[in-house]
C-alpha cells in the first residue's frame, strides 16, 4: 500500500513537471533568436527529463506488481501449508478417537463373552441340577397306561 501511494505521488510530481514544461514555454515574438535557442534546448532537456521520470514511474509499477505477485505467492504457500498442518491434525485426531473406540470395543466385547459364558454355565448347572427330576416325570408319563 506505502508503494502504491508513493508511485501516486511520483505521478502527481511527473504531471506537475510536464505542466510545467509544456506551459512555460510560450515565445513571444518579442524575444531574441538566443533566448528561443536556449529555450528550445531547455524544453528538449525538459522532454529528457519527463521520459526519464515516466521511466522512473514504470520501473516502480513494475516492481510493485513483482512484489505484489511474489507476496501472492508467498500467501497462497503459507495458505497451503496451513491447511497441510490442518488436515495432518484433524487425521490424526480422528484415528486416535478411532483406536480409543476401537479398543473400548474389544473391551466390549471381551465382556459379553465373559457375560456368555457366565449364562452358558448357569444353564448347565440348573440343567444338571432338574435333569433328574425331567427323567423320572417322563418315565413315570411313559410307564404309566391310563384306562
Not at 56 to 67: G, K, S, Y
Not at 87 to 109: C, I, M, P, W
Not at 110 to 117: I, M, N
Amino acid at each position: 500500500m506505502y508503494e502504491c501511494r508513493q508511485h501516486d505521488l511520483k505521478r502527481s510530481s511527473i504531471l506537475k513537471i510536464s505542466y510545467h514544461i509544456v506551459f512555460s514555454f510560450s515565445p513571444s515574438p518579442s524575444r531574441k533568436t538566443q533566448d528561443l535557442k536556449m529555450e528550445s534546448s531547455g524544453n528538449h532537456g525538459g522532454i529528457q527529463q519527463l521520459l526519464a521520470a515516466e521511466q522512473e514511474a514504470q520501473q516502480i509499477v513494475n516492481a510493485a506488481r513483482t512484489a505484489k505477485m511474489a507476496r501472492l505467492k508467498q500467501a497462497k504457500d503459507e495458505a497451503e501449508t496451513e491447511i497441510a498442518d490442518h488436515k495432518t491434525t484433524t487425521e490424526h485426531s480422528f484415528q486416535r478417537k478411532l483406536e480409543e473406540t476401537s479398543g473400548d470395543s474389544g473391551a466390549n466385547v471381551k465382556r459379553l463373552e465373559q457375560e456368555t459364558d457366565e449364562k452358558i454355565e448357569q444353564l448347565k448347572n440348573e440343567a444338571s441340577r432338574i435333569s433328574r427330576d425331567v427323567v423320572d416325570m417322563l418315565l413315570k408319563h411313559v410307564t404309566t397306561v391310563n384306562n
